[in-house]
Structure formats: C-alpha cells, structure tokens
C-alpha cells in the first residue's frame, strides 16, 4: 500500500516552454502533497506544501508563478514549470501524506527528470 | 529552525563489512526521525523510523536508536551487501506548529558496496 506515481519519468523540453508533472497518490488520500528538488549529489529542498482544495504554501526562495502547483483532488497534485529555463534542470520529486491508517508519512514518488535545453 | 547532519560520503565498503552513518539533528520539541534510503534514478523509499526518545527503528537488518540526549540517530548495519549500495537520508519531521508535517532532510551520504 500508499504508493505515489509520478509522470513522466523524463521529460525533455525547450527554453520558455511549459512542463507540467503529475503526482498521484494511487491507493491512499493524499490530505498533503509535498514537491522537492533535487540536484546531482545533494539534497532534496521543499519548494512548496499543497493541501487539497487549498493554495500552495511556498518555502522562501521559491518562485510561485513559476512552479505553479495544482492540487484539485486527494489523489493528484500537479506542478507545472512555467517559461521553463536550462536552471530548471533537475530532479522533481513529491511525496504524499495522508492519515487513513497510514499515520502522516510521506511516501514519495519515483521522480521526474527535467532536462531544458 | 530545525537541522539535519549526516557524516560526509561517499562511504566505500566491502561486502560483509559493518556499516554506521551518524546523523545528528537539531530541533524543538520531540521531532520524529527517519532514514530514507535512494537507489539511483528514483524517488525516496523509507528504510526505518523512530517516533519517541530511546525507540529503535530497524529493517532489512539496518537499525537505528533515538537518542535525545546526544540528539543522534545513527544507522547501523551489521554486514552490508552490494545490493545496499545507494544513497541515504536521515530526515526529521517536526512535532507541531506551523512547520507540522515538513520533513528537513540531512545531505545524503553515498554508500558503495564492493563484492
């Protein structure tokens, strides 16, 4: 149980285009939905904490109209990169947290890689 | 705020060999712990957990102890295998307030496993 997918898995775009990645959360509901980033050989920062039907709340340094950050369901959030640029590349991870017999654990996604060129 | 640190990697061992990755944190409260573990190219899978001071949380033989009063949570494990090598990251999760539910990782150290 409380498996979180991520799609897609790789997604390769040009310069100023937008990207959008999906999170689901497919045998559990997700109260809250967390997107990190990730760079090579370091850390995952939190860019934002979604809860459903609420606004995103942004970590500071994080630009909210550029990770636009949906979360319209219990079981899907989505970030979308606006005017996507080369420093957008990295690793995008979520995670989903609900209760439901599952405590508040995050349990995380597989990932997508954004490549910008 | 809160504060994770994990000893630097990359950490190179030999199959069968004993393995410790010393994690210290800072943080208000009674925070719960965590050491997640990530294999290249995917997302982050939980490898064990405490909640309270002096809890031990084990599994696939790694195991690690809360410990309040050197605020530690070392991860352990008796023989590693080639299978264990990956990345992994101790993380806490804050008790209450306005940061409830937030987990602040560590750096990650690199684990390699030789045959």
């Known amino acids: 149980g409380a498996v979180v997918s991520q799609h897609p898995s790789r997604v390769i775009c040009k310069s100023g285009t937008s990207v959008k990645i999906e999170c689901r959360s497919l045998?559990?509901?997700?109260?809250?939905m967390f997107w990190y980033r990730q760079f090579p050989k370091q850390s995952l920062m939190l860019m934002a904490t979604s809860n459903e039907g609420s606004k995103a709340t942004y970590e500071q340094g994080v630009e909210k109209d550029k990770f636009l950050i949906n979360h319209a369901s219990l079981t899907l959030s989505t970030l979308t990169v606006t005017s996507a640029h080369p420093e957008d590349s990295s690793f995008y991870i979520c995670s989903a947290a609900g209760l439901a017999g599952i405590g508040y654990e995050q349990y995380f996604g597989p990932g997508t890689r954004l490549t910008v060129t | 705020g809160n504060s994770v640190t994990q000893m630097e990697g990359p950490v190179t061992l030999s199959e069968e060999a004993f393995l410790t990755i010393n994690c210290t944190y800072t943080?208000?409260?009674?925070?719960?712990l965590f050491w997640y573990v990530q294999y290249p190219g995917e997302g982050l899978q939980l490898l064990l957990k405490a909640t309270k001071a002096d809890d031990k949380g084990s599994n696939k033989g790694f195991e690690a102890t809360y410990r309040k009063e050197t605020t530690s949570f070392h991860l352990e494990k008796g023989s590693v295998q080639v299978s264990d090598s990956a990345v992994y990251f101790c993380a806490l999760r804050s008790a209450g307030g306005t940061s409830y539910g937030k987990l602040t990782f560590g750096q990650g150290t690199i684990l390699t496993v030789h045959p």
């Open positions: 943080a208000t409260g009674y925070p719960s």
């Open positions: 045998d559990f509901q997700a109260t809250t």
